[in-house]
């Protein structure tokens, strides 16, 4: 689906969901039924961090050909600290 912008003479823009290649020049607008042209106008792009993009591209690489497990990994031991307001209760 993608989002077409029309506008109406009377009422303004207004947007519509379509199937891609199916949104005609002409529509009828949601609110007083008149006829609106569509309007093109940019796409709205995103910049992306390098970090976020590498992430984006092995999601992608793995839908393909994920990465196969032989053996559960190791796990890390974490020292655990004892919360703070331990220390404030009274000893026995």
Same mark, same amino acid.
Do not use: N, Q, W
């Given at each position: 689906?993608?989002?077409?912008?029309?506008?109406?003479?009377?009422?303004?823009?207004?947007? &519509?969901?379509?199937?891609? !290649?199916? /949104?005609? =020049? $002409? %529509?009828?607008?949601?609110?007083?039924?008149?006829?609106?042209? +569509? &309007?093109?106008?940019?796409? !709205?792009? /995103?910049? =992306? $961090? %390098?970090?976020?993009?590498?992430?984006?591209?092995?999601?992608? +690489?793995?839908?393909?050909?994920?990465?196969?497990?032989?053996?559960?990994?190791?796990?890390?031991?974490?020292?655990?600290?004892?919360?703070?307001?331990?220390?404030?209760?009274?000893?026995?």
């Amino acid at each position: 689906m993608a989002t077409y912008e029309y506008l109406c003479s009377r009422c303004g823009p207004f947007d &519509v969901k379509l199937a891609i !290649g199916t /949104a005609p =020049t $002409s %529509h009828g607008c949601p609110v007083c039924t008149g006829t609106a042209r +569509r &309007v093109y106008s940019s796409p !709205g792009l /995103a910049l =992306t $961090s %390098h970090t976020v993009a590498a992430l984006h591209e092995r999601d992608e +690489r793995s839908r393909e050909a994920p990465a196969v497990v032989s053996e559960v990994p190791p796990g890390r031991s974490v020292p655990r600290r004892p919360h703070p307001a331990l220390s404030r209760l009274p000893r026995p």
